[in-house]
């Protein structure tokens, strides 16, 4: 079944705005993975944290990992109109390899 | 350096005919994963190879569907007497390890008639 739930579903801000994705999952993970994916294009993979990991940024990307919550959540700050796309939280199972994905969050951001 | 490829990038067939889908992956990476995307849906995981073996095909579907990773060549997803429920876009990724990120190809549009 699917591993992650990602919550909002949907979300809508201003450009300069920070915007919060969140990711729940179910079993023990031996990483979290974020990726974007523009309408109708491929995914690009921008962030993993790794189970023993809690916090890393990279740019004006902000991702933390609860594993005691099974949770994760990822924070752009200072959105751009150029942000705009869903992004979905991917894990790997421990002793496994291959991503489940949760069912992504659509974030719009309005210049 | 080339990211990971594949082709066609949109591909139209009528039911019962076959598809084949095509996937290289980045230079220096051996493990390959194919995901099926249904529109406004997630990716689902379908199989994982690595050259000449699958490790992992819980994700395929038993019938009609089949993967492979030769060699020499591209990883090839192949599905036999399409139906109008096989319309979806094939996404490839490959990893230089397993369990490491993973790299996604720009996808395979099939659209079955």
């Known amino acids: 079944s699917q591993q992650g739930e990602e919550d909002p579903q949907a979300l809508s801000i201003q450009e300069g705005e920070n915007a919060t994705m969140n990711c729940s999952y179910k079993?023990?993970?031996?990483?979290l993975q974020w990726y974007r994916q523009n309408s109708g294009r491929g995914l690009v993979h921008l962030i993993l944290?790794?189970?023993?990991?809690r916090e890393k940024h990279s740019g004006r990307l902000r991702v933390t990992l609860d594993t005691s919550k099974k949770s994760s959540s990822l924070l752009i700050t200072a959105s751009r109109a150029a942000d705009t796309a869903s992004y979905f939280c991917?894990?790997?199972?421990?002793?496994?390899?291959?991503?489940?994905f949760g069912t992504g969050t659509r974030l719009t951001v309005i210049p | 350096n080339a990211g990971v490829m594949q082709n066609p990038r949109h591909l139209v067939r009528r039911r019962g005919q076959e598809a084949r889908l095509r996937c290289s992956p980045m230079k220096g990476h051996s493990h390959v994963y194919w995901y099926r995307q249904l529109p406004e849906e997630g990716l689902k995981f379908m199989v994982y190879?690595?050259?000449?073996?699958?490790?992992?095909e819980s994700g395929m579907p038993k019938e009609r569907f089949s993967a492979e990773f030769p060699k020499e060549g591209p990883s090839i997803l192949r599905i036999q007497q399409v139906v109008r429920g096989d319309s979806a876009a094939y996404f490839c990724?490959?990893?230089?390890?397993?369990?490491?990120?993973?790299?996604f190809g720009p996808g395979t549009r099939l659209t079955v008639l």
């Open positions: 079993t023990s993970i031996n990483n």
């Open positions: 190879l690595q050259k000449e073996n699958i490790i992992d």
């Open positions: 990724a490959s990893s230089g390890r397993g369990q490491d990120e993973q790299f």
């Open positions: 991917a894990t790997v199972q421990t002793g496994a390899n291959n991503l489940f």
């Open positions: 944290i790794r189970s023993n990991e």
